[in-house]
């Protein structure tokens, strides 16, 4: 059994040229939503990746109680946007991670959110149908869930063509309104998430939430296959 009231969260942020002028804002946000989750009851870890041209991994599964405010140095907008290659990247270090955990200390949520101000443009590593198979793996195998979040793009369209569910895609104003909203209705909807017991089937408008098994990593040689649990 994984552990419950446990929950991964695994936060994917848009750091390119695009979202400089937002540079305060995103970071105060995610400050914002940061302080919240450390108050909610129950265990957490924080995976933090953003990316530009390239991908960084800022936070790998650390205590969220010990995770510290993003800055400018940590959170420092320039370059393209690699979203292919961070989801990609992303999901196989969380899926290694958790594989390589003893069960009962596994958690028993794995949540994925995606924000990105504009199209993809600069990934190198993983195609869009390796990203979708892998996402549809976690999400159908292991039930992990897959929240994508857009400004300046479809994001219904966008979000499902990586295999996420339309219930679990948003659109949002890429101003200093629309972030400050964005992460306050992220923080409320990762509040409910943690605190149900039940099915997850739509982010935003929760009715119930299932616990997430684990995930090995699947390689972008051969995406979506299934590895089982260790």
């Known amino acids: 059994m994984t552990k419950e009231n446990f929950t991964s969260i695994n936060v994917v942020i848009d750091a390119s040229g695009s979202m400089e002028g937002l540079t305060n804002d995103t970071i ?34 650390v205590e969220l109680s010990t995770v510290p405010d993003l800055n400018p140095k940590t959170y420092r ?26 069960e009962d200390d596994r958690p028993s949520k794995v949540i994925f959110l995606i924000i990105t101000d504009g199209e993809e443009n600069s990934s190198r590593t993983f195609k869009k149908e390796q990203v979708r198979a892998m996402v549809e793996h976690q999400r159908d195998v292991y039930k992990w869930e897959f929240v994508f979040m857009g400004a300046n793009v479809d994001a219904f369209s ?16 890429s101003d200093s309104a629309g972030t400050r909203a964005l992460y306050n209705n992220i ?44």
């Not at 450390?38 to 265990?43: A, D, F, M, R």
């Not at 739509?202 to 051969?222: E, G, H, I, K, L």
Request: hydrophobic share 30%.
């Open 28 to 61: 105060g946000s995610f400050n914002a939503f940061l302080s919240e989750q450390k108050l909610v009851p129950g265990q957490a870890a924080l995976t933090l990746c953003t990316f530009n041209t390239v991908h960084n991994l800022v936070h790998d599964f």
């Open 77 to 102: 907008p320039n370059g393209g946007t690699a979203l292919l290659d961070a989801l990609g990247t992303t999901i196989n270090n969380v899926g290694a991670k958790l594989a390589a955990m003893p």
């Open 158 to 173: 966008e979000g499902v063509s990586l295999g996420i569910s339309g219930n679990n895609t948003f659109s949002y104003t």
């Open 187 to 230: 923080s409320e909807s990762m509040t409910s998430y943690r605190s149900s017991n039940s099915s997850q089937t739509d982010f935003f408008n929760q009715n119930n939430n299932a616990p997430a098994a684990p995930a090995t990593p699947v390689t972008p040689s051969t995406p979506g296959s299934n590895q089982g649990n260790p």
